[in-house]
């Protein structure tokens, strides 16, 4: 092998020459930081547990449910939700077995489930009472299979928990463009058989990068600052978008195998329909170009799929379509969701009957 040539050697040199000043600061704060004391957190982990709100239950099968037959408030983000489970652990009344009712089974997140709202206000609510009067003589029900925080992947576990105990004749699934592909992500690490062990980190604790960050107090706080931007970049990367999408072909799969019609309901992301600056508009390219690939994937699977864009776009040029401060619709909200729901699911309950 050649010697190092001397204007190799002096580029290596004046390139160490900028590397200790970076060191040395980088040392510094990092001991200012030991020095200070720990990080800061999200929240006191010694505080007492409040028992007057009512929270998931973890669960080797979903991940997480409600527990059943219970009536108490879900604590969302500061704003209290009225919730009353039934003997399934889900939203809403009771869920009848027998052979003449029609029953359509919503599957998704913190959407579908009803954020901030009553029960009766929610989408899968008002979408029960349209069936109910266009067919008057059929006994119609909708089964509210939103749990908080849930991805793509538990819902195709909540469609087979739901099968395992009643007939389903329709299913309508959500794809969030805000969460559901880094939800892939997150979920999978834990998925088949630890999902009760899930934990909401954007990398996995395991990884080297994760622990590399954990070691330095500069890092972390830099890594908490930032964690938005990191969480919007990963949403719409590949990786993410690949595992959306085995969810999602999966899910079409077991509906198409069980002569179940599925319609899929794309979520916007709150800052596509409420203006914004310039970071939104930037985070608002990447999420559309992730909404064009849905729709083509739903194309390529024969899926029907309704954007809920435009009908929020036209809602909140009138009234605000979202709740105070927060991402999550208002009652305005989930009437037009209903509203533009509603035909595909008419359609598809036609040939099912």
Same mark, same amino acid.
């Given at each position: 092998?050649?010697? %190092?040539?001397?204007?190799?050697?002096?580029?290596?040199?004046?390139?160490?020459?900028?590397?200790?000043?970076?060191?040395?600061?980088?040392?510094?704060?990092?001991?200012?930081?030991?020095?200070?004391?720990?990080?800061?957190?999200?929240?006191?982990?010694?505080?007492?547990?409040?028992?007057?709100?009512?929270?998931?239950?973890?669960?080797?099968?979903?991940?997480?449910?409600?527990?059943?037959?219970?009536?108490?408030?879900?604590?969302?983000?500061?704003?209290?939700?009225?919730?009353?489970?039934?003997?399934?652990?889900?939203?809403?009344?009771?869920?009848?077995?027998?052979?003449?009712?029609?029953? +359509?089974?919503?599957?998704?997140?913190?959407?579908?489930?009803?954020?901030?709202? =009553?029960?009766?206000?929610?989408? +899968?609510?008002?979408?029960?009472?349209?069936?109910?009067?266009?067919?008057?003589?059929?006994? +119609?029900?909708?089964?509210?299979?939103?749990?908080?925080?849930?991805?793509?992947?538990?819902?195709?576990?909540?469609?087979?928990?739901?099968?395992?105990?009643?007939?389903?004749?329709? +299913?309508?699934?959500?794809?969030?463009?805000?969460?559901?592909?880094?939800?892939?992500? /997150?979920?999978?690490?834990?998925?088949?058989? /630890?999902?009760?062990?899930?934990?909401?980190?954007?990398?996995?604790?395991?990884?080297?990068?994760?622990?590399?960050?954990?070691?330095?107090?500069?890092?972390?706080?830099? =890594?908490?600052?930032?964690?938005? %931007?990191?969480?919007?970049?990963?949403?719409?990367?590949?990786?993410?978008?690949?595992?959306?999408?085995?969810?999602?072909?999966?899910?079409?799969?077991?509906?198409?195998?069980?002569?179940?019609?599925?319609?899929?309901?794309?979520?916007?992301?709150?800052?596509?329909?409420?203006?914004?600056?310039?970071?939104?508009?930037?985070?608002?390219?990447?999420?559309?170009?992730?909404?064009?690939?849905?729709?083509?994937?739903?194309?390529?699977?024969?899926?029907?799929?309704?954007?809920?864009?435009?009908?929020?776009?036209?809602?909140?040029?009138?009234?605000?379509?979202?709740?105070?401060?927060?991402?999550?619709?208002?009652?305005?909200?989930?009437?037009?969701?209903?509203?533009?729901?509603?035909?595909?699911?008419?359609?598809?309950?036609? %040939?099912?009957?």
């Amino acid at each position: 092998m050649s010697p %190092m040539s001397p204007r190799i050697r002096k580029i290596l040199g004046r390139l160490l020459l900028l590397c200790i000043p970076f060191a040395l600061a980088f040392g510094t704060a990092e001991l200012l930081l030991r020095v200070a004391g720990k990080p800061t957190s999200d929240g006191d982990e010694s505080a007492p547990v409040d028992t007057r709100w009512l929270k998931v239950e973890k669960s080797a099968e979903l991940g997480w449910i409600f527990p059943p037959d219970t009536t108490g408030t879900y604590k969302s983000s500061g704003r209290n939700t009225p919730l009353v489970t039934n003997t399934w652990g889900l939203r809403g009344p009771e869920v009848s077995t027998d052979t003449l009712t029609r029953r +359509v089974l919503v599957l998704g997140d913190s959407y579908t489930f009803g954020w901030g709202m =009553d029960d009766s206000a929610g989408f +899968v609510r008002l979408l029960e009472t349209s069936l109910r009067e266009t067919y008057p003589e059929t006994p +119609v029900e909708c089964i509210n299979g939103g749990i908080p925080g849930y991805s793509i992947y538990q819902q195709i576990r909540m469609l087979e928990y739901v099968r395992e105990r009643t007939e389903i004749h329709a +299913v309508v699934a959500t794809i969030s463009l805000a969460n559901d592909p880094i939800d892939e992500l /997150r979920i999978r690490r834990f998925a088949p058989g /630890r999902l009760d062990e899930f934990s909401y980190e954007l990398r996995d604790p395991a990884s080297l990068s994760a622990r590399f960050i954990a070691g330095s107090r500069l890092l972390t706080l830099a =890594d908490q600052r930032t964690t938005h %931007m990191q969480f919007s970049l990963i949403n719409t990367n590949g990786e993410c978008r690949g595992l959306a999408d085995e969810s999602l072909t999966r899910l079409a799969n077991i509906c198409r195998e069980a002569n179940l019609p599925l319609v899929w309901l794309i979520v916007p992301r709150t800052m596509e329909i409420r203006p914004g600056g310039f970071w939104r508009r930037a985070l608002n390219g990447a999420t559309n170009r992730l909404r064009g690939h849905f729709l083509e994937l739903a194309d390529n699977l024969q899926v029907p799929i309704v954007d809920l864009k435009p009908a929020l776009e036209s809602v909140q040029a009138r009234q605000e379509s979202y709740l105070p401060g927060d991402s999550h619709w208002n009652e305005a909200g989930h009437q037009a969701v209903t509203q533009a729901l509603l035909p595909d699911v008419l359609e598809i309950w036609e %040939m099912k009957q």
